[in-house]
């Protein structure tokens, strides 16, 4: 069999031809010829799906159907690329593809982190490799890097800021001391966050995104439905403010952990160590942490989404599946990382049962005794205090608001304490609580 | 075939029970259930080599040898690991493995840059594999996240933190005001730095490293031979803290720029702007950038050397060998990314046709006017100014230190106006110059 692949280009569809499939499609033109050089055979777009042309690709005489599922049954493709987002019409698309026997390459997180089990499942019953390093990190290899290039792990943890527009919304706030709100409304007029913002803002992309990360490191079946997801838009500028006083910088981070007990599997805002390099990834930018038993900690950063980033990864997979697609099934890189019959049923704990540090911000009233109570309620619960903030009386309403950040406990603890705080006659209002991570 | 690997697992013979050797010795066994979940196979270590035990390796009843040559002849042997290091018994010994069909594992950056392109056209011969995913950046993926993760780009450069204690003694220099001849001690004492450190400090291993990762992202043949190398034995403290001043810090990077009229490979010290992810990469930590046409800059961070966070490599490019060991030799990743018959002539270009800007600081007499000959120099060859800092007398010798960043401009055009400002009566020894990078 040795070259006979040279001669004859794999034939790929696009479905979709918005942002990422624009990309994608001008990507496999522009650098056919280093791709070629690299795959040593040729990737050619034989058909594309659209509704509409995309103002900038020149589609030229590459035919274009309305309807993505005459890409899925063309007989000539062996490559059907999933560009259209959604759960509903993605899922049928790629698994009309897979039964008819085509390999896939897609970029829609959602539909992996909802149906990956289903479709992984098929396409191995098929023989057919489904691929999706764009679902994670936009143009940063992190899937390879994970599931490849750090096989010989054991996996401890991985934090992630895994969504462009909540770390810009934090950024701002941050370097210009702006509020959430505002930041948002920018943001939608940059393009950076949809009309509706609720997937990014709320982590709900992030834990997308977090779930398939946490399955190819840990070997556990994607299981988003029980990932805890808390998002960004309760973040005062205040907090942000105090968390830089004390060291730290507040990142809106999915968190994956190992226990004995089982898997933490959380997206929330997060104070991290100024210092840490992870703390200074800004802007849309993306970075995930991983933290393996041999490696130590490594971190890979890039664009997290974007026309060719995003295209970047899309076709960096379809390399891949050129490369693969002659290969014994049995023998190829497994679609969660681990041999599917060797998944683990290590459980996924409820957030009551994850452990953390916090930064508890209360707002009392300026009398004496308050600390004493709040550390009384903090001592008689075993939860340490590593460090305290008192701020002056705030003119406008007369309290004091009272910083702690504690050591690592159990999350059903803090929420006794807190309940316990708030009950108290001097604090006024609820405590703000915000996780705390050393990523070291 | 599917499934029919199951059983058998794969044998490996380690030449070399050193740091790395013992570090993948150990990796091997802690993570053997992990390593077989997810390459679908055992892999057991089936010989060692070694002129001495490693009391950090519990080998029990593994068959040892001390003849390097048992292993690369042992029939029984799949796969065999080179961690001897050095250019001579380790070259005769991969030749070796390569002639008795064995692949390759290595770790071997000197080997692979001094002699990868003989290395690869036997490997090919024969069909073998030959990885070396740990000659570069220890635990970093960088090699797999650049020849496979970022194969849809044209990749325009890449610079890399990629020697620890270059890395360790500037970050000390810059964060404790010690003199370089000082840190060299403690970390020659730590055990980062060898008893002759010139490999380190010189960049000579930087600029092995470097070449092997300008190949497998430009696909040119290894040309070590062209890497144009300069240590950091000659920073001083002063010009740690100006360019401190001036916003930027000082790192030992290896550059690889693709250009019109060639590529630049160089290593040297360099003034990054202080805000860039890399500038804040500290102490022995590595990370390489790399910036591809379609997915923009990306960077990846981690231990660069080590026992465990190098076997982390070694195993994973285990791991990659026993999944392609058994596919068409054409349809493997190219050793160099690219097929070997499609490789570049784009030439390596001569230090002084590369392009940079550059920090001088010249020490002057405190005579009106030298400013403006110095700015005559500059103008009079077009190069523009960025910024200029003039400091106050020096008390010990009563000069002037003066501070210029120049825009970027050939090499050949900076070395005339720095022979031209030498040659000033009221500029006193030699102009002190480090290029600039801006890396975003």
Known sequence: MMGSFSVKPVKVGICGLGTVGGGTFNVLKRNAEEIARRAGRGIEVAQIAARRPNPKCET??????????DVANNPEIDVVIELIGGYTLAHELVLKAIENGKHVVTANKALIAVH????????????????????????IPVIKAIREGLAANRINWLAGIINGTGNFILTEMREKGRAFADVLKEAQALGYAEADPTFDVEGIDAAHKLTILASIAFGIPLQFDKAYTEGITQLTTA????AEALGYRIKHLGVARRTDKGIELRVHPTLIPADRLIANVNGVMNAVMVNGDAAGSTLFYGAGAGM???????????VDVVRAMTADPENRVPHLAFQPDSLSDHPILPIEACESAYYLRIQAKDHPGVLAQVATILSERGIN?????????????GLVPMI?????????????????MEALDDVVGNVVRIRVEQLN
């Open 239 to 242: 907090d942000v403010n105090y």
């Open 385 to 397: 205090i590593e460090s305290i903030m008192q701020m002056e009386v705030e003119e406008h309403d």
């Open 60 to 69: 030229g005489s590459t035919p274009i159907t309305a309807d993505i599922f």
């Open 116 to 139: 990956g089990n289903e479709i992984f499942a098929k396409a191995r019953e098929k023989g057919v490799i489904v691929a999706f390093e764009a679902a994670v990190a936009g143009g």
């Open 404 to 420: 702690l950040v504690t050591h690592r406990v159990l999350e059903s603890r803090i929420i006794e304490a807190i309940t316990a």
């Open 308 to 318: 060719e980033p995003t295209a970047s990864s899309v076709v960096a997979d379809l």
